[in-house]
């Protein structure tokens, strides 16, 4: 069975940096995109950053210039730097693999809590 598996989140103040990162085992096939989504409170989940298999990277708007996205292949894992943090980047965050057969595997996520 496949394991994804998230740490990194907890209670940081506004401005503040937190490093997110994700592993995935008992995966045995190629993994494609690898990606990190966000859901705060009474609000639908996010696309907050991805990355493809050549290094190609995506980021939501809100959080341009302020998180970086990374990503070891052989280790199968991702990682996401967030620095500068707001009240609103509070939310569950979440990983995600996608295969070579576009099958997604999800983590169970990790909050991560911005105070003011």
């Known amino acids: 069975q496949v394991h994804v598996v998230e740490s990194g989140g907890g209670l940081v103040q506004a401005g503040g940096s937190l490093r997110l990162s994700c592993a995935a085992s008992?995966?045995?096939?190629?993994?494609?995109?690898m990606a990190w989504y966000r859901q705060a409170p009474g609000k639908q989940r996010e696309l907050v950053a991805s990355i493809t298999a050549g290094g190609s990277t995506n980021y939501a708007d809100s959080v341009k210039g302020r998180f970086t996205i990374s990503r070891d292949n052989a280790k199968i894992t991702v990682s996401l730097q967030m620095n500068s943090l707001k009240p609103e980047d509070t939310a569950v965050y979440y990983c995600?693999?996608?295969?070579?057969?576009?099958?997604?595997?999800w983590g169970q996520g990790t909050q991560v809590t911005v105070s003011s």
């Open positions: 008992r995966i045995f096939s190629s993994i494609n995109t």
């Open positions: 995600k693999f996608t295969n070579q057969y576009s099958t997604d595997y």
